[in-house]
């Protein structure tokens, strides 16, 4: 059945593997995918491990509905605690690898130690191989999958891997599977570098049973109907996520040259370029969106070149953060990062950082051995992509993620960048629209959109519409309001998104097909028929909310763990001084309040149950069951 | 009127619901092995087609059956087998040019694209139709419409 799946012990140190069954209470309290594994990830290390040393565990997982008749539901989750902030590490990715996890057999994968020399894992139907990996290490992403597949005769393997960025302990390095599915965020690549863990293959043929076949079929043809008719869906199916770019660029709500502009004059990097060069989407397991244009570069040094994408964050990262108006920068910069296996919003980040840097004179030619890090300089900006994954010069400082290299670089370079907790921004700017801003301060892996934020918001929706969505499935009377650049009631969005995105990587269904960027998409309702459906397992909706809560407490309480306080839920001082420069009238002059932001962040506070220090109340804990946390079940 | 299972790769986003969708209604399952579509990809080149089988109308499994197990369902225009008189020799698998014959190695049985009785399910899930289950009269007008389209545009080019 769905649910016979197992999770894996595996010592790399010794080359142990243990698989246990997961016991059906341990799934109606964290249903799978993330949820479990910040369980796991609380339960299994200590407090104050060196994220990159053999105590850090890295884990990886699919959700419960994988592979089964839900919406998307394709995705894998990794998880370790952060060699970038030192908190939650986490990461969530589509492609094939995670429904292939679990017709081998697996859900959970404990992966615990160092390997002697680089090895992958090699899991089939069942069985769980440690293999050497000694001719993989130093190959780029794709090439490492397509070797695995040579070497095990079989082109059906799906894996999963770190590139060479990870290897070379990039501390944004990202793991991925296919040309361009990435778990971006936090640095997983860098995890599995530093257990000499190169690769994941997985290969399965066990049935994945569903609870009730027939009732699953029709509702799925019902929910696959549902999404692909929003106008969001078909946009996305054109260009993927870089659609967002025009609204967002006309309205002023972009991070342009690092955080001094907030619109990208010109007009060379729209969307529709990308039909000048790609030949169709592609789509990951069991999606109608296929978000991912399949292009090939037609210009410059890496003409004729193949690759997937870009996304609006590499759009950000290699064009109107760093000041680069040229679209043919971007697709490079894109094929280079999923090459090398890094963190395209990170790269993008760091490099545009570096750039005001330069600007300022804080950073001269000496220290970018002559490189002119100017605002457009396309050449630079490839060159720094280049010298951050192979750690040379400069990149090797910007390598280090955003707190360590400004503590490198010293002078008053902490200023200009733009992070939480340690990790950089969106290339957004949220300073007109206060519910981003919460949402990026307080997200659980440090600045980020994935966590929750309440993109809908910008949408002016009327106040009624707001109320059916963040009135359920909890009940909510406070204030909502439609206008995003007002205070009111805008903890409740967020916490009702992170909920929502919570629930969704646990089930493993992809945040495209749900409350994200549409109001009209899957919630609550539809994720507990679908598990039921699927799995058999009977959970209302109030009780999926529950799961997300519980698992996001968790992710607080490791987070506090390892040293988070409240001065973390907070912005740079960029956000509150400087007032932005341009876009349209609702969004110009705008910068956060922070006596209003210190509100909110209590209001936000205070619906989770959290003290004013941001720690979860001992009732919060009782009512969540995280009382005698932790528990070691798993 | 017969209707005939047509497959345009151009517009397979390689997604594999189909595969997925063909198990759980004929296996209870999810389990792309055990599907009678599969999607073959060449992922470095973004290639995807969806292979399945093409109900011939000379079909080489039924020709090298030793027991005359398969035959043709003129009704619904598909090839069809007998399981009462299969015995499993798997030469029809052996003889099959495209893959369609395929083996579901837990029932361990022979099995086959059956058109679902007329209501192909793979199509119904196709939002970007790549799989359509279209009047077997009208295949060719549509070839050549869509191609006709290509050609229309690239005279206008030059016009």
């Not at chain 1, 692909?228 to 006309?250: C, D, E, L, P």
Request: with cysteine.
């Amino acid at each position: 059945m769905a649910l016979n799946r197992k999770i894996a012990y595996i010592n790399l140190s010794n080359g142990e593997v243990e698989t246990a069954p997961i016991p059906l209470e341990m799934r109606r309290l964290y249903l799978g995918g993330r949820g479990m594994d910040m369980y796991l990830l609380y339960n299994h290390t200590k407090q104050g491990i060196d994220p990159l040393g053999p105590d850090n565990v890295f884990l990886v997982s699919a959700g419960i509905l994988v592979g089964t008749l839900a919406s998307a539901s394709a995705r894998t989750h990794v998880a370790a605690k952060s060699p970038l902030t030192g908190f939650v590490g986490s990461s969530n990715m589509g492609g094939f690898f995670a429904p292939e996890l679990r017709w081998a057999g697996f859900d959970h994968l404990v992966i615990k130690g160092k390997a002697k020399k680089p090895v992958y894992l090699w899991i089939n139907d069942g069985e769980i191989e440690i293999r050497d990996a000694s001719n993989l290490w130093g190959q780029g992403v794709f090439d490492t999958q397509e070797t695995i597949r040579q070497e095990l005769g079989d082109e059906e393997v799906k894996a999963m891997c770190c590139g060479p960025a990870g290897e070379n302990l990039v501390r944004f390095a990202n793991v991925m599977t296919g040309l361009k599915n990435s778990g971006g965020r936090t640095g997983m690549g860098a995890v599995m570098g530093s257990k000499n863990l190169k690769a994941i293959a997985v290969r399965g043929t066990m049935d994945i049973e569903i609870k009730h076949p027939e009732q699953a079929l029709e509702y799925d043809e019902q929910m696959i109907n549902k999404v692909n008719r929003t106008k969001f869906a078909q946009i996305m199916q054109k260009w993927g996520t870089m659609f967002i770019y025009g609204v967002t660029n006309s309205t002023g709500l972009i991070r342009c040259q690092n955080f001094q502009l907030n619109q990208l004059v010109g007009g060379n990097i729209e969307c529709e370029h990308i039909e000048e060069v790609d030949f169709g989407t592609e789509g990951c397991f069991g999606c109608v969106i296929h978000c991912r244009p399949k292009y090939i570069i037609k210009e410059g040094p890496y003409a004729g070149t193949y690759a997937q994408g870009p996304e609006y964050t590499s759009q950000g990262a290699f064009g109107m953060e760093v000041g680069c108006n040229n679209f043919n920068t971007i697709l490079v910069g894109n094929h280079l990062v999923n090459t090398y296996g890094m963190d395209t919003l990170e790269t993008g980040s760091m490099i545009a950082w570096a750039m005001e840097l330069y600007e300022k004179g804080i950073l001269t030619d000496k220290d970018t051995d002559g490189l002119k890090l100017e605002w457009g300089n396309d050449e630079a900006v490839i060159e720094m992509i280049h010298r951050i994954a192979e750690r040379k010069g400069l990149g090797d400082i910007l390598a280090e993620g955003p707190l360590r290299a400004a503590e490198k670089i010293g002078k008053d370079s902490l200023k200009y960048n733009i992070q939480v907790k340690g990790m950089s921004n969106l290339h957004s700017d949220e300073r007109p629209s206060p519910s981003l801003a919460l949402g990026i301060a307080t997200g659980s892996r440090g600045s980020d959109h994935l966590r929750s934020r309440p993109a809908i918001d910008l949408y002016h929706l009327p106040e009624h519409v707001l109320r059916k969505i963040y009135g359920n499935p909890t009940p909510y009377d406070g204030p909502l309001t439609s206008d995003y650049t007002d205070y009111e009631g805008k903890p409740r969005m967020v916490q009702w998104q992170e909920m929502v995105y919570e629930a969704v990587d646990c089930l493993g269904i992809c945040k495209y097909h749900t409350i994200f960027l549409s109001p009209n998409l899957l919630s609550f309702d539809e994720f507990s028929k679908l598990l039921y459906y699927n799995t058999g397992i009977e959970m209302s909706p109030q009780e999926i909310w529950e799961v997300a809560d519980r698992a996001y407490t968790v992710e607080r309480l490791f987070n506090i763990r390892e040293g988070l306080t409240r001065e973390h839920d907070w912005l740079v001082d960029r956000y509150f001084d400087e007032p932005t420069p341009t876009g349209l009238p609702i969004v110009r002059g705008k910068k956060i309040d922070r006596e209003k932001f210190k509100k909110m962040i209590d209001e936000y506070y205070e619906l989770h149950g959290w003290d004013e220090n941001g720690v979860p109340r001992p009732e919060t804990l009782e009512k969540l069951g995280l009382d005698k946390e932790p528990s070691h079940k798993l | 009127m017969q209707k005939i299972l047509l497959v345009d790769s151009e517009k397979c986003t390689g997604c594999r619901m189909c595969e997925m969708v063909c198990s759980v209604k004929h296996e209870g399952v999810s389990n792309p092995t055990r599907s009678r579509i599969h999607v073959i990809k060449w992922e470095a080149e973004g290639l995807a087609l969806p292979m399945i089988c093409q109900q011939c109308e000379s079909p080489p499994c039924m020709a090298v059956c030793p027991k005359d197990a398969i035959s043709r369902d003129e009704e619904l225009g598909r090839i069809v087998i007998d399981y009462d008189l299969c015995i499993g020799c798997k030469m029809c698998v052996v003889a099959c040019p495209f893959g369609g014959m395929g083996v579901d190695a837990v029932a361990r049985k022979v099995v086959k694209c059956d058109l679902c009785d007329g209501d192909p399910i793979c199509v119904r899930f196709c939002q970007p139709e790549a799989l359509q289950y279209v009047p077997l009269s009208t295949v060719n007008l549509r070839k050549k419409r869509g191609a006709g389209l290509k050609f229309a545009e690239l005279m206008s080019r030059f016009a």
